[in-house]
């Protein structure tokens, strides 16, 4: 049986973030062939310069690429930072630019913000941008998120928590069966 694994990727580097806790939740909701790993060293990339973008490229953006190459999918939940991409995760997506790790890459995006929507729409363009493979079924944006977590950050409403199964399984369904 072939196996895929989904490449998790929280926008908050925050310890105990939900944006992680929510992926945590959706992983553990996944069953066979299917696994979700949660990316690692997004806080180390150093800042995005053109001119270092080169071979070999620093150890952390070799490693990010790479965690990239061996998902056959991603899924990336994110807050809204100032009405847009928090900087970490849009620094990440800088280095991937030229590499073309995302291109055809099935991706699903969940923003979970206060509102969200400059951020949604932001990221939606970026991951366009990149040739990633998003469709409207795939990208999910949860206002007001504070409201539906529970004491351990997860998604204890049912309609969003149904939402949220909904997007992940669209690009289960659309990309990777």
Not at 123 to 129: G, N, S
Not at 160 to 170: M, R, V
């Given at each position: 049986?072939?196996?895929?694994?989904i490449?998790g990727?929280?926008?908050?580097l925050?310890q105990?973030?939900?944006?992680t806790?929510?992926l945590?939740q959706?992983?553990?909701?996944?069953e066979?062939?299917?696994k979700?790993?949660?990316?690692?060293g997004l806080?180390?990339i150093?800042?995005?310069?053109?001119?270092?973008?080169?071979?070999?490229?620093?150890?952390?953006?070799?490693?990010?690429?790479?965690?990239?190459?061996?998902?056959?999918?991603l899924?990336i939940?994110t807050?809204?930072y100032?009405?847009g991409?928090?900087?970490?995760?849009?620094?990440?997506m800088d280095w991937v630019?030229s590499?073309?790790?995302?291109?055809?890459?099935?991706?699903?995006v969940i923003?979970a913000?206060?509102?969200?929507?400059?951020?949604?729409?932001?990221?939606?363009?970026?991951l366009?941008?990149?040739?990633?493979?998003?469709?409207?079924?795939?990208?999910l944006?949860i206002?007001?998120i504070k409201?539906?977590?529970?004491?351990?950050?997860?998604?204890?409403?049912?309609?969003?928590?149904?939402?949220?199964?909904?997007?992940?399984?669209?690009?289960?369904n659309t990309?990777l069966?």
């Amino acid at each position: 049986m072939e196996r895929y694994t989904i490449l998790g990727i929280s926008g908050s580097l925050r310890q105990g973030a939900a944006h992680t806790a929510i992926l945590e939740q959706l992983s553990a909701l996944l069953e066979e062939p299917f696994k979700l790993l949660l990316c690692e060293g997004l806080e180390e990339i150093p800042a995005f310069n053109p001119e270092k973008d080169i071979d070999p490229a620093p150890a952390s953006v070799a490693h990010f690429r790479d965690q990239l190459k061996s998902a056959d999918a991603l899924l990336i939940c994110t807050p809204e930072y100032a009405y847009g991409i928090p900087g970490a995760l849009k620094n990440a997506m800088d280095w991937v630019v030229s590499s073309g790790e995302l291109v055809n890459k099935p991706v699903a995006v969940i923003t979970a913000s206060g509102l969200g929507e400059h951020a949604h729409q932001s990221i939606q363009l970026v991951l366009t941008a990149m040739n990633a493979k998003i469709t409207e079924d795939t990208t999910l944006l949860i206002s007001w998120i504070k409201g539906k977590l529970n004491e351990q950050n997860q998604i204890s409403d049912p309609a969003t928590l149904a939402d949220a199964q909904k997007a992940l399984q669209s690009l289960i369904n659309t990309n990777l069966q």
